[in-house]
């Protein structure tokens, strides 16, 4: 069979319904058609051509049929020609108006563009001649003004000559500069003239201001400042006025002084004289600088805007240095402060050898000292926080602020000098919380109808009051300081003196001296421990106010976490209480447990394998429960009145603890019957009812193993105790452990061995 020829891309498609490979009408095919010798395959390519042929002539018969729809849009399509045409000629002359109005319109715009030029030139020359106007009335009136003394008017004057010179002067240049002469001379003339007007009215106001100064005439000060600035003296006005602000101060600054350095002397020459007031004097030189920073702000605004404020604040606080560090030294001199710490050195280096021997400064005296460095101190952090304030307003309204405007108050001379009263404030403020502590301790003593002893009543007030005190400073450095105080005092000489009251020997004689509870001793020994108990409340409560009152003081996150960190060793010092205080019960309880043991040893000759007479006979005279009891109300019940509600119970459960093991091993010893399990039940129960009714405390918890022993004893038989333990045991926790079940069901002498090794627990 011969190879078709290949497809060439002019050859027609092939018709619908004909393939496309089978039929290449191109220059090839005939040759191709002649070289053919299979009859079956020219059959085939003949029913292909015929195939072909009849879709091409189906594909005809399509595109006639449409010939008549094309021929009615051909004829539309001459129809609308004939109305572009129309359309065309339109548009051709509206785009011939188009262009002569918009010419038109550019000829009305620089006509109207030439009138404004025209009109804006009409206008600046008005302008100017009202400004030459203007200066010549502003050169007359400044003189006028000048003579009549009017001098707010002849600076107003100054100012608007000045202000029209700087508005105009490009126009005075050009004229200068284009050689007019008579306009250049009247130019010039007027400003020379207008100059030397300004001069002599610099001159006047600055005698005046001066003068006024001098006069302390107040009112005139502020008339003739407010004067600079028309003048374009901003700057030399803002130093002058607060040059002024600063000598107002400093006078009345010195005569408060020579009123404190007149009483220091008549009191050094022994005579009457009222004591020195150096907190008022210190209180009143920031109230003068805070007033003039406060009531001339208006002005020093206007003066040089919100650097004015600034400005005014450093050079205030200049003067504030040099005269509050000069009334500082003048006070730690006066109540010889250098001179008390080393007298309170020498006194605690001695007391390191001979306890008592060595009497310090007097501690009423240190109070007052105190409370008047607490009242410099809080005044002086006020003062500061004021004046940060004003320095932190004019920074936000835009003022410029220098490293040394920001830290003008904190390393400045003033607060050095309150740094070193604040050292001198922590050594006294020391001494004075130990000394108070000691004496609180020395003359402590019973107070009628209270629990406690006199001394933790008033160690607690003293170490209240001064660490209150050395938070109200606001310096943290001392807050410190006087934390850490308490937290000596407490770990060591208050603690002492609560173990020495606890410390008894022989407590168990002295207390049951003749086999009765001695009521002096009960008494001094509840106090004791109540002095304890009622110290470690105070503790947690004394470290909770304190923590609250320091997040009210301090803001910075870091002083904060100081402050807690140190607070969070009182922590430690209730705990340390606690086991003070677990000591001394310990102590007591065992003074107690010897009345209680004999009659737990009398328990062991007890017999429990009972008959329903011996049954009966125990319920109503039981052989050992009452005595007990008896005997624990006459050693311990009568201790609650004089113990805290916490002690009591605390006792309570010791003896509790001492009775419920005591009588596990002496029960464990035993044999029992049902009856006697029976009775078991019946014991625990009176002693669960008594004690629960001796302690607020729950007391079921303590007999939990001996109430379940009774249970398992006084089963019917062995399988029973399947019903109570494991899945069965419902709320009951079970405290014995499976092999201490099987010991406890192998006392009853009815119960088989081999029965309870069965068991499955």
Same mark, same amino acid.
């Given at each position: 069979?011969?190879?078709?020829?290949?497809?060439?891309?002019?050859?027609?498609?092939?018709?619908?319904?004909?393939?496309?490979?089978?039929?290449?009408?191109?220059?090839?095919?005939?040759?191709?058609?002649?070289?053919?010798?299979?009859?079956?395959?020219?059959?085939?390519?003949?029913?292909?051509?015929?195939?072909?042929?009849?879709?091409?002539?189906?594909?005809?018969?399509?595109?006639?049929?449409?010939?008549?729809?094309?021929?009615?849009?051909?004829?539309?399509?001459?129809?609308?020609?004939?109305?572009?045409?129309?359309?065309?000629?339109?548009?051709?002359?509206?785009?011939?108006?188009?262009?002569?109005?918009?010419?038109?319109?550019?000829?009305?715009?620089?006509?109207?563009?030439?009138?404004?030029?025209?009109?804006?030139?009409?206008?600046?020359?008005?302008?100017?001649?009202?400004?030459?106007?203007?200066?010549?009335?502003?050169?007359?009136?400044?003189?006028?003004?000048?003579?009549?003394?009017?001098?707010?008017?002849?600076?107003?004057?100054?100012?608007?000559?000045?202000?029209?010179?700087?508005?105009?002067?490009?126009?005075?240049?050009?004229?200068?500069?284009?050689?007019?002469?008579?306009?250049?001379?009247?130019?010039?003339?007027?400003?020379?003239?207008?100059?030397?007007?300004?001069?002599?009215?610099?001159?006047?106001?600055?005698?005046?201001?001066?003068?006024?100064?001098?006069?302390?005439?107040?009112?005139?000060?502020?008339?003739?400042?407010?004067?600079?600035?028309?003048?374009?003296?901003?700057?030399?006005?803002?130093?002058?006025?607060?040059?002024?602000?600063?000598?107002?101060?400093?006078?009345?600054?010195?005569?408060?002084?020579?009123?404190?350095?007149?009483?220091?002397?008549?009191?050094?020459?022994?005579?009457?004289?009222?004591?020195?007031?150096?907190?008022?004097?210190?209180?009143?030189?920031?109230?003068?600088?805070?007033?003039?920073?406060?009531?001339?702000?208006?002005?020093?605004?206007?003066?040089?805007?919100?650097?004015?404020?600034?400005?005014?604040?450093?050079?205030?606080?200049?003067?504030?240095?040099?005269?509050?560090?000069?009334?500082?030294?003048?006070?730690?001199?006066?109540?010889?402060?250098?001179?008390?710490?080393?007298?309170?050195?020498?006194?605690?280096?001695?007391?390191?050898?001979?306890?008592?021997?060595?009497?310090?400064?007097?501690?009423?005296?240190?109070?007052?000292?105190?409370?008047?460095?607490?009242?410099?101190?809080?005044?002086?952090?006020?003062?500061?926080?004021?004046?940060?304030?004003?320095?932190?307003?004019?920074?936000?309204?835009?003022?410029?602020?220098?490293?040394?405007?920001?830290?003008?108050?904190?390393?400045?001379?003033?607060?050095?000098?309150?740094?070193?009263?604040?050292?001198?404030?922590?050594?006294?403020?020391?001494?004075?919380?130990?000394?108070?502590?000691?004496?609180?301790?020395?003359?402590?003593?019973?107070?009628?109808?209270?629990?406690?002893?006199?001394?933790?009543?008033?160690?607690?007030?003293?170490?209240?009051?001064?660490?209150?005190?050395?938070?109200?400073?606001?310096? %943290?450095? $001392?807050? =410190? #300081?006087? !934390?850490?105080?308490?937290? @000596?005092?407490?770990?060591?000489?208050?603690?002492?003196? &609560?173990?020495?009251?606890?410390?008894?020997?022989?407590?168990?004689?002295?207390?049951?001296?003749?086999?009765?509870?001695?009521?002096?001793?009960?008494?001094?020994?509840?106090?004791?421990?109540?002095?304890?108990?009622?110290?470690?409340?105070?503790?947690?409560?004394?470290?909770?106010?304190?923590?609250?009152?320091?997040?009210?003081?301090?803001?910075?996150?870091?002083?904060?976490?100081? %402050?807690? $960190?140190? =607070? #969070?060793? !009182?922590?430690?010092?209730? @705990?340390?209480?606690?086991?003070?205080?677990?000591?001394? &019960?310990?102590?007591?309880?065992?003074?107690?447990?010897?009345?209680?043991?004999?009659?737990?040893?009398?328990?062991?000759?007890?017999?429990?394998?009972?008959?329903?007479?011996?049954?009966?006979?125990?319920?109503?005279?039981?052989?050992?429960?009452?005595?007990?009891?008896?005997?624990?109300?006459?050693?311990?019940?009568?201790?609650?009145?004089?113990?805290?509600?916490?002690?009591?119970?605390?006792?309570?459960? =010791?003896?509790?603890?001492?009775?419920?093991?005591?009588?596990?091993?002496?029960?464990?010893?035993?044999?029992?019957?049902?009856?006697?399990?029976?009775?078991?039940?019946?014991?625990?129960?009176?002693?669960?009812?008594?004690?629960?009714?001796?302690?607020?405390?729950?007391?079921?918890?303590?007999?939990?193993?001996?109430?379940?022993?009774?249970?398992?004893?006084?089963?019917?038989?062995?399988?029973?105790?399947?019903?109570?333990?494991?899945?069965?045991?419902?709320?009951?926790?079970?405290?014995?452990?499976?092999?201490?079940?099987?010991?406890?069901?192998?006392?009853?002498?009815?119960?088989?061995?081999?029965?309870?090794?069965?068991?499955?627990?």
């Amino acid at each position: 069979m011969a190879v078709p020829a290949p497809q060439d891309p002019t050859w027609p498609a092939a018709a619908p319904g004909v393939l496309p490979s089978a039929l290449h009408f191109g220059p090839g095919m005939l040759e191709h058609i002649r070289n053919l010798t299979d009859v079956g395959e020219m059959t085939r390519l003949l029913h292909e051509s015929i195939a072909y042929q009849r879709g091409i002539d189906n594909e005809l018969e399509a595109l006639l049929s449409q010939r008549h729809e094309l021929e009615k849009k051909l004829n539309g399509l001459y129809k609308s020609a004939e109305v572009l045409e129309l359309v065309k000629a339109d548009s051709d002359q509206m785009l011939s108006s188009v262009r002569s109005t918009c010419d038109l319109a550019d000829r009305v715009s620089s006509k109207v563009r030439e009138l404004d030029l025209a009109q804006s030139r009409v206008q600046a020359t008005l302008g100017r001649i009202d400004a030459i106007v203007d200066r010549a009335n502003c050169i007359d009136g400044a003189k006028r003004a000048l003579e009549s003394e009017d001098y707010e008017a002849a600076a107003k004057y100054v100012e608007t000559f000045l202000h029209l010179d700087a508005e105009y002067s490009d126009t005075i240049a050009a004229r200068e500069a284009s050689g007019e002469e008579g306009r250049k001379e009247t130019a010039s003339e007027q400003r020379r003239q207008l100059l030397e007007s300004k001069q002599n009215l610099e001159s006047v106001i600055r005698k005046k201001f001066s003068a006024a100064v001098e006069q302390r005439d107040h009112p005139g000060v502020l008339r003739f400042v407010k004067l600079f600035r028309p003048l374009g003296l901003e700057d030399e006005g803002l130093q002058l006025y607060v040059n002024y602000l600063r000598k107002v101060i400093s006078l009345r600054a010195g005569d408060r002084f020579e009123v404190l350095v007149e009483a220091i002397e008549q009191i050094h020459a022994g005579k009457s004289a009222p004591e020195p007031d150096f907190v008022g004097s210190i209180n009143e030189l920031f109230k003068d600088i805070a007033v003039a920073v406060q009531e001339n702000e208006e002005i020093l605004r206007t003066l040089s805007g919100e650097d004015g404020i600034v400005y005014a604040i450093k050079e205030l606080q200049a003067e504030c240095d040099s005269r509050g560090t000069l009334l500082l030294k003048r006070y730690m001199d006066f109540r010889r402060l250098g001179r008390i710490e080393k007298e309170i050195a020498s006194h605690n280096n001695v007391n390191l050898i001979t306890v008592g021997v060595s009497e310090g400064p007097d501690p009423r005296q240190i109070e007052n000292f105190l409370e008047e460095m607490l009242s410099i101190s809080q005044s002086s952090e006020d003062y500061m926080q004021f004046m940060m304030t004003k320095i932190r307003e004019a920074e936000t309204a835009g003022a410029q602020l220098s490293p040394r405007a920001a830290n003008v108050f904190r390393n400045g001379a003033y607060n050095r000098s309150v740094q070193d009263l604040t050292v001198h404030y922590i050594v006294l403020e020391e001494y004075f919380m130990g000394e108070n502590v000691r004496k609180a301790i020395r003359i402590d003593e019973f107070v009628p109808d209270a629990l406690t002893s006199s001394m933790v009543d008033d160690v607690f007030y003293v170490l209240q009051s001064c660490s209150r005190r050395a938070i109200s400073t606001a310096n %943290v450095q $001392s807050v =410190l #300081a006087a !934390l850490n105080s308490v937290i @000596n005092l407490l770990n060591n000489e208050f603690k002492e003196a &609560l173990h020495r009251k606890i410390r008894e020997p022989n407590l168990g004689a002295k207390l049951f001296s003749g086999g009765v509870g001695i009521a002096k001793v009960g008494t001094e020994v509840a106090t004791s421990l109540n002095n304890v108990d009622i110290s470690s409340e105070y503790v947690l409560k004394l470290r909770h106010e304190l923590e609250e009152h320091c997040s009210e003081t301090f803001s910075a996150p870091a002083d904060r976490d100081k %402050v807690k $960190s140190c =607070l #969070a060793e !009182l922590g430690e010092t209730n @705990n340390i209480f606690r086991q003070l205080l677990n000591a001394g &019960l310990e102590q007591l309880s065992n003074s107690v447990t010897p009345r209680l043991r004999i009659i737990l040893d009398s328990v062991g000759v007890i017999s429990y394998e009972l008959t329903e007479a011996q049954y009966a006979e125990n319920e109503v005279n039981n052989p050992w429960v009452q005595k007990l009891l008896h005997t624990v109300d006459t050693s311990a019940a009568w201790l609650q009145s004089v113990m805290t509600t916490n002690i009591y119970d605390s006792f309570v459960h =010791l003896i509790i603890d001492f009775i419920v093991k005591r009588l596990e091993v002496i029960m464990m010893q035993k044999h029992f019957n049902q009856l006697g399990g029976l009775q078991l039940d019946r014991d625990a129960r009176a002693l669960v009812g008594h004690f629960s009714a001796m302690t607020q405390r729950t007391v079921r918890d303590k007999f939990a193993r001996l109430t379940q022993m009774a249970t398992i004893l006084n089963l019917e038989k062995v399988s029973e105790i399947l019903d109570y333990w494991g899945e069965n045991s419902g709320p009951m926790t079970w405290r014995l452990t499976p092999a201490e079940v099987r010991r406890i069901l192998s006392l009853r002498v009815d119960f088989k061995s081999e029965t309870i090794q069965s068991l499955r627990l």
